[in-house]
Structure formats: structure tokens, C-alpha cells
T-cell receptor, first 116, second 113 residues
Framework: GAGVSQSPRYKVAKRGQDVALRCDPI?????LFWYQQALGQGPEFLTY????????KSGLPSDRFFAERPEGSVSTLKIQRTQQEDSAVYLCASSLRASGSVGELFFGEGSRLTVL | AQTVTQSQPEMSVQEAETVTLSCTYD???????LFWYKQPPSRQMILVIRQEAYKQQNATENRFSVNFQKAAKSFSLKISDSQLGDAAMYFCALGGATNKLIFGTGTLLAVQP
């Protein structure tokens, strides 16, 4: 597609439910990032993929968070046993270059997760 | 640790006027990059301008320019001839050797007609 696509745009989950958020990056982009953006805050880094390899997952807040990109394109962020503090907008971004912080990041519109 | 600080939660500017958004940062790396991103209400972040730390010349992109003061670790964004479409949240971000961007808390810019 022309841009980074994320789904669902909005997700409401009951506390304790598992959720899966999908990101479809720009075709051919090597780098893929997940960020978490709490209300009124800047995005915070969660994890980074270079093709299918997860090179950095230092930002994942707990072992309830899991991300994968098995074929080096579409990525899924899974949150198990959701908690209220997981409520946020989850942003996906992709970059053409392998060194993502050097090149321009292209962001999706985000998935807003609300945990009740 | 790398940090980015935006001390102006909100700013307002009259249409056609000029506004400057402030950003300070801290990093121990010698090779790094600085960015300004715009986030309209639809939430899709868009790159406004970027600056390589090794370049002394300030970056410009049409009506957008930066004032990069490396010694002071300051990276402000100037928007000239402000337009209604410039209204958005603006984030300053720092990137270095690690493959992640560190974002500030943002400045919400309102443009008054």
C-alpha cells in the first residue's frame, strides 16, 4: 500500500483479555518499529525489527507484550492479560533503511487500545 | 541516557505570523540526528525536518527551519508564515546509534485565523 496501515484503529478490551494489533508497513521497508503513546505524551519505543529479526525489544514493558514479524513484512503486537495501564495508542512505523534512526520513519495512524 | 525536553506544552500563533517551538536534548553520543515530527488530530506522525548533528548548517524545508545549537544542546523549530494547516502536536525527537527515536512530550500548536 501507499502508507503504513494499522488495524484495528480502535480496540476496547476487558481487563485480562488478550489483544493483537496488526501493522502492514510500506512495501520493501526493512525496519519496523512499535511505539506506545499514552494520552498527552510522546511516543515511547517498544521494539524494533530489521526484516524478520527482532533486534531490540528493550522497550517492551513486561513479558505480557510480544511482537513478531515472521516474514519480514506484516508485524503483530500481542498483549496478553491486558491491564488498564496498557491503555494507549500503539504506533507502528517503518523505514526503508536498516538503520532506522537515520532514515525517515513513516508512521501509521495507530491503534487506540482502551482496557476497561 | 538520552533525553528530549519540550518545555512548551502549548503555543499559539496568528495566521501568517512566525512561531518558534523549543527543544533541548541530552546525549553522550557524538553522532546523532534530530527530528521534528508533526502529529495532526488523525494521529499519523509526519516528518517535518531533520538535522544531522555533524552538519553546522541549519536545516530548512520551505517555511520550516531549525536553529541547531550543538553546544547548548538546543534544537528549535521556526515556522514562518503560519497556516491553519500547521495546527497540530509537534514532537522533537533524537536518534543515535541505537535504532530508536527518543521523543519529547510535544507542543500543541494552535493557529488563530
Amino acid at each position: 500500500g501507499a502508507g503504513v496501515s494499522q488495524s484495528p484503529r480502535y480496540k476496547v478490551a476487558k481487563r485480562g483479555q488478550d489483544v493483537a494489533l496488526r501493522c502492514d508497513p510500506i512495501s520493501g521497508h526493512v525496519s519496523l518499529f512499535w511505539y506506545q503513546q499514552a494520552l498527552g505524551q510522546g511516543p515511547e519505543f517498544l521494539t524494533y525489527f530489521q526484516n524478520e529479526a527482532q533486534l531490540d525489544k528493550s522497550g517492551l514493558p513486561s513479558d505480557r507484550f510480544f511482537a513478531e514479524r515472521p516474514e519480514g513484512s506484516v508485524s503483530t503486537l500481542k498483549i496478553q492479560r491486558t491491564q488498564q495501564e496498557d491503555s494507549a495508542v500503539y504506533l507502528c512505523a517503518s523505514s526503508l533503511r536498516a538503520s532506522g534512526s537515520v532514515g525517515e520513519l513513516f508512521f501509521g495512524e495507530g491503534s487506540r487500545l482502551t482496557v476497561l | 541516557a538520552q533525553t528530549v525536553t519540550q518545555s512548551q506544552p502549548e503555543m499559539s500563533v496568528q495566521e501568517a505570523e512566525t512561531v518558534t517551538l523549543s527543544c533541548t536534548y541530552d546525549t553522550s553520543e557524538s553522532d546523532y540526528y534530530l527530528f521534528w515530527y508533526k502529529q495532526p488530530p488523525s494521529r499519523q506522525m509526519i516528518l517535518v525536518i531533520r538535522q544531522e548533528a555533524y552538519k553546522q548548517q541549519n536545516a530548512t524545508e520551505n517555511r520550516f527551519s531549525v536553529n541547531f545549537q550543538k553546544a547548548a544542546k538546543s534544537f528549535s523549530l521556526k515556522i514562518s508564515d503560519s497556516q491553519l494547516g500547521d495546527a497540530a502536536m509537534y514532537f522533537c525527537a533524537l536518534g543515535g546509534a541505537t535504532n530508536k527515536l527518543i521523543f519529547g512530550t510535544g507542543t500543541l500548536l494552535a493557529v488563530q485565523p
